[in-house]
């Protein structure tokens, strides 16, 4: 027997040394995979550069979108969002009974896109939602922290599709990424969509962690490569929420995989969105560097617990604290 590079005992010749040079040969490709893909992009952002961008666009765009019919917009494509420690099946309940309240209260205004819970409650909302195109969306996969066995993550998306999830939010491995682990975190990413079949995936980037907006174009181009069919900013759980340059940053990545690939990918800022010219803004940058193909409510979402009585007040010119 011979020790090998890889520490491992084998015969010099025979079946079981070209066994482990296969998979070493299938490793490397594998490894190439990711380099490759990454390979087609630029990922050198230079950080100064957009923060110029951004606030050009703030400053000579946002202005003209910060309208009545925009915040409709805008309201349409908000996901309706619980995620507390202290939720329980009356509280989502009665969050259900508003949205199902909503038309007759404002029948000229648009729905909310979705209703965003923990898994537990997905059945809560199936059974009592009484509007149809409102998305029931579950944040699975060991959220906030997305650190659990792939294979809890797998079942708990699967038990939520069950139960009538029909949008599933997992967060990015963070760990994997930042360590290099590419192929670890896009196998789990791709595992979790063959879970969700045509049920639409969205990974959250958890971008404050991430260290700067290179690796948050990094772990974009990533994410869509394994099969989100959305990229999300931010949990909101941890120290930081959407930022304009986060937003700028993953609208470029997301036309550059539309470019290269055809593949249209979705977006969902959500974290610290405590205010409608937060809104206004992140819809202004999409409308300026993704363009009119994605100013629907099903390519752009807000992810937001607090907002929705902020662009009902706005709209209707006074206070209102429907839900």
């Given at each position: 027997?011979?020790?090998?590079?890889?520490?491992?005992?084998?015969?010099?010749?025979?079946?079981?040394?070209?066994?482990?040079?296969?998979?070493?040969?299938?490793?490397?490709?594998?490894?190439?995979?990711?380099?490759?893909?990454?390979?087609k992009y630029n990922l050198d952002v230079n950080e100064q550069e957009v923060k110029d961008a951004v606030k050009k666009i703030i400053e000579k765009k946002v202005p003209e979108n910060d309208t009545v019919e925009v915040k409709k917009f805008l309201f349409s494509c908000v996901e309706l969002t619980?995620?507390?420690?202290?939720?329980?099946?009356?509280?989502?309940?009665?969050?259900?009974?508003?949205?199902?309240?909503?038309?007759?209260?404002?029948?000229?205004?648009?729905?909310?896109?979705?209703?965003?819970?923990?898994?537990?409650?997905?059945?809560?909302?199936?059974?009592?939602?009484?509007?149809?195109?409102?998305?029931?969306?579950?944040?699975?996969?060991?959220?906030?922290?997305?650190?659990?066995?792939?294979?809890?993550?797998?079942?708990?998306?699967?038990?939520?599709?069950?139960?009538?999830?029909?949008?599933?939010?997992?967060?990015?491995?963070?760990?994997?990424?930042?360590?290099?682990?590419?192929?670890?975190?896009?196998?789990?990413?791709?595992?979790?969509?063959?879970?969700?079949?045509?049920?639409?995936?969205?990974?959250?980037?958890?971008?404050?962690?991430?260290?700067?907006?290179?690796?948050?174009k990094k772990a974009s181009i990533l994410s869509m490569y394994a099969g989100a069919d959305y990229i999300k900013t931010s949990t909101g759980k941890d120290k930081g929420g959407a930022t304009p340059e986060d937003v700028y940053v993953m609208c470029q990545a997301i036309k550059e995989y539309y470019?290269?690939?055809?593949?249209?990918?979705?977006?969902?800022?959500?974290?610290?969105?405590?205010?409608?010219?937060?809104?206004?803004?992140?819809?202004?940058?999409?409308?300026?560097?993704?363009?009119?193909?994605?100013?629907?409510?099903?390519?752009?979402?807000?992810?937001?617990?607090?907002?929705?009585?902020?662009?009902?007040?706005?709209?209707?010119?006074?206070?209102?604290?429907?839900?």
């Open positions: 027997m011979a020790k090998t590079e890889d520490n491992k005992f084998i015969k010099n010749s025979g079946p079981l040394k070209a066994q482990v040079d296969s998979q070493r040969k299938a490793n490397e490709s594998e490894i190439d995979i990711y380099e490759q893909a990454l390979s619980s995620l507390n420690t202290t939720d329980n099946e009356e509280k989502i309940l009665a969050m259900t009974e508003k949205v199902n309240q909503f038309f007759i209260s404002f029948p000229n205004l648009p729905h909310v896109a979705t209703m965003c819970v923990y898994p537990n409650f997905a059945s809560i909302i199936r059974n009592s939602l009484e509007i149809d195109d409102v998305e029931i969306a579950v944040v699975a996969g060991s959220f906030p922290t997305s650190q659990t066995f792939p294979e809890i993550k797998i079942a708990e998306t699967a038990l939520a599709i069950r139960d009538g999830a029909t949008n599933v939010d997992i967060v990015l491995s963070v760990g994997k990424f930042l360590n290099g682990d590419y192929e670890g975190m896009c196998d789990e990413i791709g595992e979790i969509k063959e879970t969700c079949g045509e049920v639409p995936l969205k990974v959250i980037l958890e971008n404050c962690l991430l260290g700067g907006l290179s690796n948050v470019d290269e690939t055809g593949i249209q990918i979705g977006l969902k800022p959500a974290g610290g969105i405590h205010s409608v010219m937060d809104v206004v803004v992140f819809y202004t940058i999409v409308k300026e560097v993704l363009g009119e193909k994605w100013l629907t409510n099903y390519w752009f979402r807000i992810g937001t617990s607090s907002l929705a009585n902020k662009l009902l007040s706005e709209i209707e010119g006074k206070e209102i604290k429907f839900f």
